[in-house]
T-cell receptor
Framework: GAVVSQHPSRVICKSGTSVKIECRSL??????MFWYRQFPKQSLMLMAT?????????EQGVEKDKFLINHASLTLSTLTVTSAHPEDSSFYIC?????????????FGQGTRLTVV | GQNIDQPTEMTATEGAIVQINCTYQ??????LFWYQQHAGEAPTFLSY??LDGLEEKGRFSSFLSRSKGYSYLLLKELQMKDSASYLC??????????WGAGTKLIIKP
């Protein structure tokens, strides 16, 4: 099946710094990628939807200037958490849609555990 | 290693009941999630179980047995709009989500 690789899996950073998370579709072209945030024992929260070559669509309440999303190619999307604060500590996960067996499906990355100290 | 198993595809009849099973093996355990996903759309959260037993939410119920590494999603009074993929995901001790490949549910009239 299709594979989505997310990197890094864990990162610790200092308050005020920026962190970049990469999401790559390894064997298919992903026209759409989704970025989620998840707090412990809670559901995934959709942050934004990004389409290759265009600006991301952010969900209500998600700060565009803080969570920068770039989807420059059909295989790579990045999420940059700028000027990170401890409250940004969370689990971030991406998914990418592609065609598998003739059907459009979403494939998920492994997730990134961000800790801001 | 860590692994999630769920059937690739299931077919059921409108108005009937269907049970989608999921078995998991993880390093530690911090809960089991079920998501519904329609083609081309983002997944939507259905349920979260961390304790053994059955959680009921309207037409959908989710069951967990930690000792058996087993969960199921039960859908009652099936409607055509329930045709979708159903994703099982287990969270390990590091709070990493281990995802199943998803079960494509086809509802027939």
């Amino acid at each position: 099946g299709a594979v989505v690789s997310q990197h890094p899996s864990r990162v610790i950073c200092k308050s005020g710094t920026s962190v970049k998370i990469e999401c790559r579709s390894l064997d298919f072209q992903a026209t759409t990628m989704f970025w989620y945030r998840q707090f412990p024992k809670q559901s995934l929260m959709l942050m934004a939807t990004s389409n290759e070559g265009s600006k991301a669509t952010y969900e209500q309440g998600v700060e565009k200037d803080k969570f920068l999303i770039n989807h420059a190619s059909l295989t790579l999307s990045t999420l940059t958490v700028t000027s990170a604060h401890p409250e940004d500590s969370s689990f971030y996960i991406c998914s990418a849609t592609g065609v598998e067996g003739g059907d459009t499906e979403a494939f998920f990355g492994q997730g990134t555990r961000l800790t801001v100290v | 290693g860590q692994n999630i198993d769920q059937p690739t595809e299931m077919t059921a009849t409108e108005g009937a009941i269907v049970q989608i099973n999921c078995t998991y093996q993880t390093s530690g355990f911090n809960g089991l999630f079920w998501y519904q996903q329609h083609a081309g759309e983002a997944p939507t959260f259905l349920s979260y179980n961390v304790l053994d037993g059955l959680e009921e939410k309207g037409r959908f119920s989710s069951f967990l047995s930690r000792s058996k590494g087993y969960s199921y999603l039960l859908l009652k009074e099936l409607q055509m709009k329930d045709s979708a993929s159903y994703l099982c995901a287990a969270m390990d001790s590091n709070y990493q989500l281990i995802w199943g490949a998803g079960t494509k549910l086809i509802i027939k009239p």
